[in-house]
Nanobody
Framework: QVQLVESGGGLVQAGGSLRLSCAAS????????MGWFRQAPGKEREFVAA???????????DYADSVRGRFTISRDNAKNTVYLQMNSLKPDDTAVYYC??????????????????WGQGTQVTVSS
């Protein structure tokens, strides 16, 4: 049974930092793309960042414009874990953050419906 479990969320003041973790179990995702999405109350789930796997064991990072330069996605394949380092947090970053795994290659790295496995989410609240 494949599971993705997020952790690291919490309450932080604007300008602060958090690091989210997503631990996978049940299979490895070293040759798959992993992504982070978020959903604020009353809004649709939106893309945040992705760690895209390419043939040749190369990874590429993709970011939403709203977080580029502030957030960094990374992974540790030995731990089967993907991370999202979030710096310079803003109140607009408040949301439930979800980790996801995409089995297929090619297009759709920013599209939630293209992902196959999802975690349960972790709440991030940024106070002003």
């Amino acid at each position: 049974q494949v599971q993705l479990v997020e952790s690291g969320g919490g309450l932080v003041q604007a300008g602060g930092s958090l690091r989210l973790s997503c631990a996978a179990s049940g299979r490895t995702f070293s040759r798959n793309s992993m992504g982070w999405f978020r959903q604020a109350p009353g809004k649709e789930r939106e893309f945040v960042a992705a760690h895209r796997w390419s043939s040749g064991s190369t990874y590429y990072a993709d970011y939403a414009d709203s977080v580029r330069g502030r957030f960094t996605i990374s992974r540790d394949n030995a731990k089967n874990t993907v991370y999202l380092q979030m710096n310079s947090l803003k109140p607009d970053d408040t949301a439930v953050y979800y980790c996801a795994a995409k089995l297929s290659t090619g297009v759709g790295i920013t599209t939630a419906t293209r992902y196959d496995y999802w975690g349960q989410g972790t709440q991030v609240t940024v106070s002003s």
